[in-house]
């Protein structure tokens, strides 16, 4: 993966990028992101959608009582997040997309899903509040990646953005992304703290020009309320677009990768939102799946997604819900 | 993604030692998941195989019929009565024999008549959507989401006037005109019915309804809710049929008061008809309205509202924004947005919960959009419409646009009533002002921009009954609604729309 970003742009730049980002109208946005919801997803579509939302899911827990032994279960319920699968469904669910843990916990991680096609993801960079100094997190990142983290999830220093110190913000989005080397690398802007749509938009912007093709923004660390919502995903979904596309003006081409977290409890929130980035990112032909539909570029960042997912899965193919136990050991 | 390019160990792509994993049909699921199977209203609501006409409480049989056909099926629905000399000339006579009571009736008892009528349209209010969707084409989100909700809401803001109209008219004793003709259009049936029949109602005045002969089901549903809630005989009658019924209807002696919202045309023959008597008269005629955008508009919401501005109802609205008008330096990605928005736009069965479009209300509707779209594209061309395929029995249109319209072709001056978009380009704030008054309509405009002081400029110089601010066919009771210039007088909604029945 290239890392030509880095060594071509200025401070400049990144003023400009953020005065260029286009403004938000609120009323409109968020009517929009209310209209997703209305669409009625069922039957094969439905079951399509939920293996899709479950092969996006980056399996998560970030706490501070996190243990070896919490996240080898976590691992589990990653690789096989329904283990009567095939007795009842007469099929393999997919597994989660990546684990995502804090950086101590990345060579249990690691060991856990080897061989899997799990990818290891590591909160980075003084998650949440990235109250460190700029040394000690990008060492952070370091350290996260020999251990064998495939994937760092960063948090921007959301005092700067809003301060108006865009190039610092930037220039840290690029040394972590440096430091990630060929790890993937995404952008937490923490919109909850960002409070206004412009802003998430001129951050998106932001974190955009600053990062490679295929890394990813992310909506929320999960720490603050509120984390993700729909229109602030489709804010930045359109920024997405804009890269993609530029309309009218020197289109990228580059495909940068989305990630709401927090707050995405059920599987119906997951089809709500499989639904808008069906509509936002293509695709360019109609009756077509957009090129966002694939975990290489769309995540939900949760954890008990996966229990409704799999439940509703169960649901369809039996005819009744799960009760608590059917899930023990998950 | 391989692994040889940026190492990154994903589920999906990387096929190395994942023996169980390899190549989950991830572009399978997301197919299924993107052709959004057939989620059909599974509610079947019953309709009678015949319908009188509502006189006097009572639905009464006529010895001439019509039917009524499902456009998105073409089967025939039901058959309607055909209301001659005979049924008006009752209907009118009942109204004029209930108008005294009624009118004497204190303000907080019709209120509880009213208050009850739009509760139980709440409580009806699925099969209403289904009925609505069945007779007139329109996707069942819509009637679902916003006609038969809106209709209800109609009648609780008025029931709420009926006891408070001596605030309404401060300085005098407010007094109902007597006998109201209504004749309404077939693009939102019942939502039209309870535009007229609240506010007539709230203020002690008669009606008689007519229904227009597409999409008569709903209205006559209105008319037993009006038996259920007990209203007395003769208040609200409902007499269905074609141009003549409604000719006959405010050609009427009896009448007091004319109501009309239709074509311009139908329009200007009845205030002809009326001028040389006594009686009250408004009009919501037809509409060819501008939504104007500035480059600093948001844009993609701006395109949001472009596409809710012209292609809600297919197009069937009177104040659809139907021309476009976009600040040239960004028309390139305002055009290009907006195909894109259009192509996620679903055309087909009005019954499945995800149609955005769903049938034009008549064959007669589609060939005159057909018409336009020929003359279109000769004069105008840059024509685009979005991709898909409609079903082969029905009456269909999908979602198109002119690019590179001038304000002298026909797709440009005239109001075509369906999904078909007229753009235009701009360069400054005054040229905008002027194209989108260019016009012998009035009734609304949309302003897009990020700028506060050129909002309220520009909506200063239009010519519009309603001028929408970043928004586009938002609908409320509360506020009032009417048209400029040949886009007819009098307003509906609000404290303003009890004006027309008070005297």
Known sequence: MTSSIANTRTKADDVRTVREAPSVDAVMLEQRAVGFKTRSIKTASKIAGLKLALSMTDLTTLEGKDSPEKVRALCQRAIRPMPDDERVLGERLPSVAAVCVYPRMVGVARECVEGTGICVASVATGFPSGQSSIGVRLREVEEAVAAGADEIDMVISRGAFLAGRYGEVAEEIRETAAACGRAHLKVILETGELVTYDNVRRASDLAIANIRDGDFIKTSTGKVSPAATMPVTLCMLQAIADEFVRM?????????????????????????????????LGPLTPGEASPWMTPTLFRFGASSLVDDLVRQLRRMATGVYAAGYDLAGS | MTTATNGSRTAVDDAQGHGRLAGPPVSEWAAA?????????????????AYGAFINGRFVETSATFETVNPATEAVLSRVAACGEEEIDAAVAAAREAFPKWAALPGRERGKYLFRIARRIQERARELAILETMDGGKPIRESRDVDIPLAALHFFYYAGWADKLKYAVPGREPKPLGVCAQVIPWNFPLLMAAWKLAPALACGNTCVLKPAETTPLTALRLAEICQEVDLPPGVVNIVTGAGETGRLLVEHGGVDKVAFTGST??????AKAVAPTKKRLTLELGGKSANIVFADASLDQAVEGIVQGIYFNQGHVCCAGSRVLVEESVLGEVVEKLKHRMSTLRVGDPLDKNTDLGAINSRAQLDRIEHYLGAGREEAGGFWQSPGDVPTKGYWCKPCLFEGVQPSHVVAREEIFGPVLAVMSFRTPEEAVARA????????AGVWTDKGSKVRWVAKQLRAGVVWMNTYNRFDPTSPFGGYKESGFGREGGAHGLMPYLG
């Open chain 1, 248 to 280: 009218g003006r020197s289109g990228s081409g580059r495909k940068i990768g989305m990630k709401p977290a927090g707050g995405i409890r059920t599987a119906k929130d997951a089809l709500h939102y499989l639904v808008m980035v069906q509509e936002t």
């Open chain 2, 33 to 49: 998941f993107a052709a959004y199977a057939p989620a059909p209203e599974s509610v079947k609501v019953e309709i009678a195989p």
């Open chain 2, 265 to 270: 045309g139908v329009g200007k023959r009845i």
């Open chain 2, 437 to 444: 008054n260019e016009t012998p309509y009035g009734l609304a």
